[in-house]
């Protein structure tokens, strides 16, 4: 996902539908010129999607389809290692193709009987209010474009692996998707822009990047950490906070780089219990409050 919160590489798109972007220098991709314009290329088939119509097919290269495969190789020993158990149970469930780039489209076929939620192409970056409301209705936007092969462990930006092997294997789990949908009907509840931030960088500390303890140890359960085969080997060395409402939902945080604050849960129920509950119950007044006691 891309929204405009997280966004540092805004996109310009022309008449025609072509889309552009200016990657920044922190990008991998930045002076690989071939690379910006396929990935322009990739990001510009959101543009001839109609709501509710199929995803535009992305006609993946052989070496894009070599990029998935290491990451996936990578994550699996690495998932088994360090991921909740909730997450490998959907990962289970979902069975994802390991050898190459699955279309958006297929991935929702395989989560219809799981969970019913469907991705939705974006170009990049997707309106705050757009891309949360979204969720209520299972629907879950994302991008086609992949990862630059130079460093296929870590991106700054959200790619095809991060929407799939990150976000696809939590939105398989009916217990994720409860949570996903709570935020989006938090996102359309809430009405001024201050409100927004607030329930979105709590998606931010939590369903991106949150981490909670289980069997004695630290797990991952946000999807930022687990679509990241360089990140998911050094979240438990960062700083570990309690999983604290208004802490999380006041914190700022840098998207570029390996996220050095993380909130831990005592368990997933834990997780569900105080960020479902107030993804279920928060509105203006009440994040108002929260946010005058930080
Ligand atoms: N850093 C993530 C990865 O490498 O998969 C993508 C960005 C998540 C917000
Ligand atoms: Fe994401």
Redesign the pocket.
């Known amino acids: 996902?891309f929204d405009e919160g997280?966004c540092f590489a805004p996109i310009v798109e022309d008449a025609h539908g072509n889309v552009s972007v200016q990657l920044g220098s922190e990008h991998p991709g930045f002076a690989d010129a071939e690379y910006r314009s396929r990935r322009d290329r990739l990001a510009s088939l959101a543009s001839s999607w109609e709501p509710g119509g199929p995803c535009p097919i992305a006609d993946y290269t052989a070496e894009e389809d070599e990029v998935w495969r290491v990451v996936c190789e990578a994550l699996e020993t690495r998932h088994r290692a360090y991921a909740s158990g909730v997450f490998l149970e959907g990962k289970e469930m979902l069975h994802l193709p390991v050898d190459r780039v699955p279309q958006l489209d297929e991935v929702s076929d395989l989560l219809a009987p799981l969970t019913g939620f469907r991705y939705q192409p974006a170009a990049g970056l997707v309106p705050l209010r757009e891309f949360y409301g979204a969720l209520a209705d299972k629907h879950f936007w994302g991008t086609q474009y992949i990862?630059h092969h130079s460093v296929p462990?870590?991106?700054?930006?959200?790619?095809v692996?991060?929407e799939v092997v990150?976000h696809g294997n939590t939105l398989a789990h009916p217990r994720y998707a409860a949570l996903y949908e709570s935020a989006g009907r938090a996102a359309r509840r809430v009405e001024s822009e201050e409100a927004l931030e607030f329930v979105s960088k709590v998606f931010w500390f939590t369903l991106?990047f949150g981490v909670h303890h289980e069997g004695g140890e630290l797990r991952a359960y946000g999807?930022?950490i687990l679509?990241?085969p360089?990140?998911i080997e050094e979240f438990r060395g960062m700083e570990i906070r309690p999983l604290d409402l208004i802490d999380m939902g006041t914190h700022d945080y840098d998207?570029t780089k390996y996220q050095d604050v993380l909130y831990a849960g005592d368990s997933f129920a834990h997780v569900e219990d105080v960020v479902g509950a107030f993804w279920d119950s928060c509105d203006d007044d009440s994040i108002g409050k929260l946010k005058e006691t930080a």
């Open positions: 996902m997280q990862r462990l870590y991106t700054p930006e959200p790619d692996l991060h990150g991106e999807a930022g679509s990241s360089g990140e998207i």
